[in-house]
């Protein structure tokens, strides 16, 4: 049997077990309506059926009883089961249940189905086959159940209670419907979260700006407003949200909620509810009130954190079916910008002329985004410098140079570097900002002021404040980003320069000390050179009209000695090769005041001059000059320099040795000789000295044989020529040593040994000018030159004192030809000399003048006024000698007669130069001799 034949069967059991059930009840006509239990399945047709026919009542089935057995067996039967178990539950809710028995004719048609092959079986074997006649049946099917008031009543309950069920279920569902998009809008304001990561703000014109949004969105449930139940729902269903294409709008917090500032489109997003959803989105925001949008500029420059509304409609779809028109109206905290501090000038260069006047700006800023979340991009930005005012800072500020970015961008959480390029602008083209107000005209000193301690500090390397505000002049910037950016003013350090010294050398050339009778102060002239180094990021051209240096000199163990201080600026004279600049400057008779606890290593300075080739000299101080450049014509200083210059000094000027170029005897006493000495000095330092009046000791192989005074003495770089008067006195020596004991001969015979060599050309002795406590009166120089030294050769004569003989054989005599080298006469008193021929004697004369009859009279050598040959020529009368015939001399004497012989002659003198008594040791080699026969 095919299945349909199973199920047919089984629904004929249930039937019949159903029909058994009820004939057994002692109810069976209907009247017991406690235990009457209709077939769940059929009673609904059976319902129709009565009440459409409304006729006699419901009978027993008149030809069959109710069979306990097959109640029994089919009691397992779930189709059975099932529609007893709704009997049960109607009768227990309802204590009127009304009980129903079908006929046979009822039963049967309904217990009845066709097998595969149209055969009719029954479903109860053991109640026996029905009756075959198929005609009766069918007209007691077709016959109507009688119609009674308990199945009458018992339809109404049941009616009542479907209408209610599906008014509730109508309701219900009516209550969601409405109170969803309540939940949802509730849910929606509470508890979902919007967390922006980053938001890129760029391409800025007038309509708005592109803004790229690195966001997530999630539901809090802890905070959904309907007591957590979303968690639940998340959780159970897992649903999906889907946000239609909307226009949302941007606005301040405190704004209603129908003004906004700006307006943006959302595309379609999708979402699972429950979980987070990263939101990346990139749109065109477009400005509808520029004066809020602004304020909202302006609050995420300056503050930490800025809260921006986002506002308007969206369409939410839950699910495949369910929209929901919603509003959001989300607060969202963004980190602000803080006021874009920590912003610096990294580098700063001043290269060259500006063709609109000024200097080329260039440098290197670094702008510091402290914001996590908002980057800003956009075009060229320029920013304006200033400086505050001397006078009042803090309301008065000089705007002195502009710069511009061709690209500013400020990257969340980053620190930027921008490149910067403009100008420094010239002094007449400075802006004065007084309180808001703008002004063409300001003080033109404190301009140039300003101008020079800011130049001053950048060439040093040292920072300077300045203020920078950012300004637009591109069209193009929409006005109330200008706005925004107008508001931020940074306080920046403008960098100095590379750290070097600016003065890298500064000598004292050609230097003139004078000195007066005040101790502490001497008067100082010269050239000051002086070698700047421009920094190498200041190659813009530049010249030095004046300077005005204020100095310290000091010692090689830096300590200061003395203070030059120049009262006004002085000319100078520059020029620039590259960044090296060099500049002269002319001092004359400028102070030079010795500090007066250090007078010590002054002296020493001074002595260490004179005698030392070189010295170290220690500057120190600070400069102010007044420059010409293309940013106008304004002063610069102060700046400090401490360098040490290597000067060169006298060398105790014995590198060429001073010469005694002439010495003239100009007066005389029978002690003493007063002569006019001309000294040649070479001074190979570029120190020159006003020294005053000096005076000097003569000293010849250790003694003192005179002294000699020096009016008014200028020592000059180079060659001097000094003239001095002197008085050659041998008697002084012992004088000044206050020595009882001093011998006076020996300074005599030093004074002798002197004048002899002088006399007889011998230019390899030399003496010694001695300075002394008194040879000045000038405090300062005191105690140089009581330990000044130097040592002079003798001045070399233009004629020798001897110039030739003639020796007479035969009458044994001999001339003299002489020649005084000095401008004073020469007497002759006393000569012993002596011929010799390659070092045997030839000759002997030994006359005295003074005491010997016999003899002519002192020989007079006239005074050499220089003018002619013949001045100061003598020739003496025949003198006799002794000549010794048997040396080899007389041989080649005779072998020369008529002749010339060249012989050596020693002669010791006792001679008057001018009144002054004295010997002189005359000795002179390679003579030339006449020798003739005669008398």
Not at 332 to 344: L, S, Y
Not at 533 to 561: C, H, R, S, Y
Not at 616 to 639: D, S
Request: hydrophobic share 35%; net charge negative; proline share 6%.
């Amino acid at each position: 049997m095919d299945r349909r034949n199973e199920s047919g069967s089984s629904r004929r059991n249930n039937d019949d077990n159903y029909t058994a059930s009820s004939s057994e009840s002692p109810f069976s006509n209907g009247s017991d309506p406690s235990n009457t239990k209709p077939d769940s399945k059929n009673h609904s047709g059976r319902l129709d059926h009565d009440i459409a026919h409304e006729q006699t009542p419901l009978l027993s089935h008149n030809g069959q009883e109710s069979n306990p057995a097959t109640i029994n067996t089919n009691k397992d039967n779930s189709y059975n089961t099932g529609g007893r178990r709704r009997a049960k539950d109607m009768s227990t809710n309802n204590k009127n249940h009304v009980g129903v028995n079908m006929g046979d004719d009822g039963v049967a048609d309904r217990e009845q189905q066709e097998d595969g092959d149209g055969r009719i079986s029954s479903i109860s074997g053991q109640s026996g086959r029905r009756d075959r006649d198929q005609p009766a049946q069918d007209r007691d099917r077709m016959r109507p159940p009688p119609l009674t008031r308990e199945r009458l009543n018992r339809w109404n309950r049941i009616y009542s209670r479907s209408v209610k069920v599906v008014a509730a279920v109508l309701f219900g569902c009516l209550l969601v419907v409405v109170l969803s998009p309540w939940v949802a809008q509730r849910v929606l304001d509470q508890a979902m979260v919007l967390d922006i990561q980053q938001a890129s703000i760029y391409d800025m014109d007038q309509t708005g700006f592109q803004i790229s949004i690195q966001s997530t969105i999630y539901l809090d449930p802890t905070h959904d407003g309907v007591f957590g139940l979303t968690r639940t729902l998340q959780s159970v269903f897992h649903p999906t949200m889907t946000i239609e294409p909307s226009v949302l709008h941007l606005s301040l917090p405190t704004d209603r909620d129908d003004v906004h500032m700006a307006e943006f489109e959302v595309e379609r997003q999708h979402m699972q509810m429950g979980e987070t959803l990263q939101l990346n989105l990139s749109t065109h925001v477009t400005v509808t009130d520029a004066n809020r949008m602004a304020q909202f500029f302006h609050a995420t420059l300056h503050q930490s954190i800025v809260d921006l509304a986002i506002r308007g409609p969206i369409l939410t779809r839950l699910g495949s079916l369910w929209y929901m028109k919603l509003r959001i109206n989300q607060v969202v905290p963004m980190d602000g910008m803080k006021g874009v501090q920590n912003a610096t000038l990294v580098s700063m260069s001043l290269p060259a002329d500006h063709p609109q006047g000024g200097i080329v700006m260039t440098g290197l800023a670094q702008l510091n985004n402290p914001s996590r979340t908002v980057s800003i991009k956009m075009d060229a930005v320029t920013f304006g410098i200033y400086l505050p005012s001397m006078a009042h800072p803090e309301v008065d500020q000089f705007k002195i140079a502009e710069m511009s970015c061709p690209e500013l961008n400020l990257e969340a959480g980053k620190a930027s570097q921008i490149a910067l390029s403009g100008r420094l602008f010239h002094l007449d083209d400075w802006i004065l900002s007084e309180m808001g107000m703008i002004g063409s005209f300001g003080s033109g000193s404190e301009k140039q002021l300003l101008l020079g301690r800011l130049l001053s500090r950048f060439i040093q390397g040292q920072d300077s404040t300045i203020q920078v505000r950012a300004m637009s002049k591109d069209p193009n910037v929409p006005p109330w980003l200008v706005e925004a950016f107008k508001s931020i003013v940074l306080d920046m350090a403008f960098p100095g320069s590379p750290a070097q010294d600016f003065i890298r050398a500064l000598d004292m050339n050609q230097l003139e000390f004078g000195f007066s009778d005040n101790q502490e102060l001497a008067m100082l002239s010269g050239r000051m050179s002086t070698g700047l180094q421009l920094p190498p990021n200041v190659t813009f051209p530049i010249k030095i009209l004046q300077m005005k240096p204020t100095a310290w000199l000091k010692t090689p163990e830096g300590q200061d000695m003395a203070l030059l201080e120049m009262p006004d600026f002085l000319p100078t004279k520059s020029h620039q090769d590259g960044s090296a600049l060099e500049v002269y400057v002319d001092i004359r008779d400028i102070p030079l005041r010795i500090v007066a606890d250090h007078l010590d290593e002054f002296y020493k300075f001074l002595n260490t001059s004179f005698t030392k080739e070189w010295l170290e000299l220690g500057i120190a101080g600070e400069a102010h000059a007044v420059v010409e450049c293309g940013l106008g014509t304004f002063e610069l200083g102060p700046i400090p320099f401490d360098v040490i210059t290597r000067q060169r000094g006298l060398g105790g000027l014995v590198s060429v040795p001073p010469l005694l170029e002439s010495l003239d005897v100009v007066d005389s006493t029978e002690h003493s000789l007063t002569v006019k000495a001309t000294l040649v000095l070479w001074n190979p330092s570029n120190i020159s000295a006003d020294l005053g009046d000096l005076s000097f000791l003569w000293s010849y192989g250790g003694y003192l044989i005179g002294m000699a005074s020096v009016p008014q003495l200028q020592l000059h770089a180079g060659n001097n020529t000094i003239e001095c008067i002197g008085m050659m006195d041998p008697s002084i020596h012992c004088l000044r040593k206050h020595d009882k004991t001093c011998d006076p001969e020996l300074a005599r015979n030093a004074s002798r040994e002197f004048i002899s060599k002088y006399i007889s050309g011998d230019n390899s002795t030399s003496i010694d000018v001695l300075g002394y406590p008194g040879s000045t009166h000038i405090p300062l120089l005191q105690p140089m030159l009581s330990s000044f030294s130097i040592s002079s050769g003798l001045p070399a004569i233009e004629d020798d004192f001897l110039i030739s003989t003639t020796m007479y054989l035969l009458s044994s005599t001999i001339v003299l030809e002489l020649k005084n080298p000095l401008d004073t006469a020469i007497t002759v008193l006393y000569i012993n000399g002596t011929a010799f021929y390659k070092d045997e004697p030839l000759g002997h004369v030994n006359v005295d003048f003074e005491h010997d009859i016999v003899s002519p009279k002192p020989i007079l050598i006239p005074a050499n006024d220089h003018q002619n040959e013949t001045s100061g020529y003598v020739k003496t009368p025949k003198l006799p000698v002794m000549f010794d015939l048997s040396s080899v001399g007389y041989e080649a004497l005779k072998k020369a007669l008529g002749g010339t012989l060249e012989v050596d002659v020693s002669c010791h003198i006792k001679a008057k130069v001018g009144s002054m008594l004295m010997w002189v040791d005359f000795a002179k080699d390679g003579i030339q001799s006449n020798v003739k026969k005669g008398f």
